[in-house]
């Protein structure tokens, strides 16, 4: 498996991944945004076990990091924000997204000096949850009522970046 910086030929690619893992998607012109905004920061898990049969063969997408810096952060604080993260099913528990996760979270701090990253999640996504509290070390700072278009709550939550600066 391949983890490389996401490259504006992937976006399709990524955006099917995300239509199939989650509910929440955005418009093509949003990942662009991200890409060319902060290319540092979002990452590709690829699968490179078979060889491309032609060099037009599209890469074999299966997890994904989208993530950004807080352009105006409400507490002054320098940070980033994971907007989205998903990994395909047959390829999970394998450590990608813990993976994508940390190359993201490294390059936050070092290269954009971000003091902590912050992200949503829903209440009921106890796989997701279990990633980032007990794997990664986030930590909840709060819930907020009703986030998500189908009424669910999230938790808005946070990891330190300080030892990463
Ligand atoms: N049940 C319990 N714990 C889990 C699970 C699970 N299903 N999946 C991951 N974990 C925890 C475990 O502690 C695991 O370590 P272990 O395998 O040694 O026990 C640790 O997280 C690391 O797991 P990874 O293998 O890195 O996680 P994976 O690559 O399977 O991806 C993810 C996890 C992204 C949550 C995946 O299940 C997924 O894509 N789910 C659907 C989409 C989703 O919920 N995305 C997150 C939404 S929030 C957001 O985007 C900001």
């Keep these: 498996m391949d983890i490389r910086v996401i490259r504006a030929s992937d976006i399709p690619h990524v955006q099917t991944a995300n239509i199939t893992n989650l509910p929440e998607n955005y418009f093509c012109k949003y990942y662009l945004y991200h890409a060319q905004s902060w290319p540092q920061l979002s990452y590709v898990a690829v699968d490179v076990s078979r060889p491309p049969k032609s ?35 047959t390829h999970r528990r394998l450590g990608l997204a813990e ?14 000096g971000a003091h902590y990253v912050s992200l949503h999640v829903r209440v009921s996504n106890m796989a997701a949850l279990k990633l980032y509290r007990d794997t990664l070390g986030f930590e909840v700072e709060k819930t907020e009522s009703k986030y998500y278009a189908d009424g669910e709550d999230a938790f808005s939550m946070r990891m330190d970046l300080s030892s990463l600066r």
């Design 55 to 89: 060099p037009y063969d599209p890469p074999k997408i299966v997890g994904y990091v989208l993530a950004k810096m807080e352009e105006d952060p409400a507490d002054g604080i320098q940070h980033g924000h994971i907007t989205s993260l998903s990994v395909m099913r």
């Design 99 to 112: 993976k994508l996760m940390r190359q993201s979270q490294r390059a936050m701090a070092e290269t954009f």
